[in-house]
């Protein structure tokens, strides 16, 4: 015959095992979830601040990369100031040239340049008779000769104070001779300053 006090103390027995080992599961799950917990929030904080240190050197790159873009700006806007100051000085410097272009080669070592600017001033500008006493100097550029070129070189001469008036009368006349042969006559300026007022022109044209 069974023993139904023995169950019972063998029932109560068990649950208390069970109960035991059922919290040893939970304490070491709990243990275990804890830990869990404190690694992930370590690594978050890790990556965190890894993150932080990135942000703050992308940002230092940028400041730094507009420190050099604003200074290079700076640079190129004082060299363009620079070449627009020593192209206006060279202006400045050449405003009484004048350029005669179409004298054939070997006439100035008969001549000199002067006295062939003797011969087109009288023929082309017979009202300007003081022309010839303001010439200062006159010569061939470039000064050697190259046998290549196909072109002969220009003739310039520094006239002072009548230069406008030559080049008025040279627009309204249109054609300028020497010994019956066309020439040109130009201003003597820089090739930027040149390419500048060819553009302005081609914008009036419109």
Not at 125 to 142: D, G, H, W, Y
């Amino acid at each position: 015959m069974v023993d139904m006090k023995e169950l019972s103390m063998n029932r109560d027995s068990n649950m208390v095992y069970f109960r035991k080992v059922l919290e040893n599961i939970r304490r070491r799950n709990k243990e275990k979830l804890e830990n869990l917990l404190a690694e992930t929030q370590t690594e978050l904080k890790a990556l965190k601040n890894r993150m932080d240190n990135a942000e703050e050197q992308i940002n230092d790159l940028e400041e730094r990369l507009m420190e050099i873009t604003q200074s290079g700006q700076q640079r190129e806007n004082q060299m363009k100031k620079h070449e627009s100051n020593m192209r206006d000085l060279w202006d400045t410097i050449k405003q009484a040239n004048l350029h005669i272009i179409g004298i054939p080669e070997g006439e100035e070592k008969e001549k000199g340049v002067e006295n062939i600017c003797e011969e087109i001033m009288p023929e082309n500008f017979s009202n300007l008779k003081e022309t010839v006493t303001k010439i200062q100097e006159s010569q061939r550029a470039p000064n050697k000769l190259n046998p290549k070129r196909p072109t002969a070189r220009q003739g310039i001469i520094k006239i002072v104070k009548v230069k406008e008036k030559i080049q008025k009368v040279t627009r309204e006349k249109q054609s300028i001779n020497y010994k019956g042969t066309p020439i040109r006559l130009s201003s003597d300026f820089s090739k930027e300053t040149l390419q500048a007022r060819r553009e302005w022109q081609d914008i009036f044209k419109f």
